[in-house]
């Protein structure tokens, strides 16, 4: 396999290859988290962050609140591990709380609203 051009002074493992992704297509593709779903929503009054987490009977578990993202993905975590909740069973899902946090940590620094 020829070596990447990006690739300068790390070594590359011998079963090394480049994996082209598939297209995700949003319906087929897309699988439940069994542990919750979540709710996100910006407080513009105090420049906040609200993540809800939910069980499937659509029963507000906790609710989050702050100013970045990192630090809301990282207080869910830290709190969904030490209590034992396994609120995140897929790691799809993890990724998407981060990405939906940074989406909605972008319209507060400038001001749009913030649709989930």
Same mark, same amino acid.
């Given at each position: 396999? @020829?070596?990447?051009?990006? +690739?300068? =002074?790390? *070594?590359?493992?011998?079963?090394? /290859? ?6 995700? #297509? ?21 420049? @906040?962050?609200?993540?809800? +987490?939910? =069980?499937? *009977?659509?029963?507000?578990?906790? /609710? ?6 990192? #630090? ?30 940074? *989406? ?13």
């Amino acid at each position: 396999m @020829e070596r990447p051009a990006w +690739i300068k =002074d790390k *070594k590359i493992a011998e079963d090394f /290859e480049i994996i082209r992704c598939q297209i995700f #297509d949003d319906y087929k593709d897309w699988k439940q988290d069994n542990g919750c779903y979540l709710l996100i929503r910006t407080y513009f009054e105090n420049h @906040e962050i609200g993540v809800a +987490i939910c =069980d499937y *009977k659509h029963t507000i578990l906790k /609710e989050f609140r702050g100013k970045r993202a990192q #630090d809301l993905y990282y207080n869910i975590f830290k709190y969904d591990e030490e209590n034992k909740k396994g609120w995140f069973t897929r790691l799809d899902h993890a990724a998407y709380l981060g990405k939906e946090l940074k *989406k909605a940590e972008i319209c507060l620094a400038i001001g749009l609203e913030y649709v989930q």
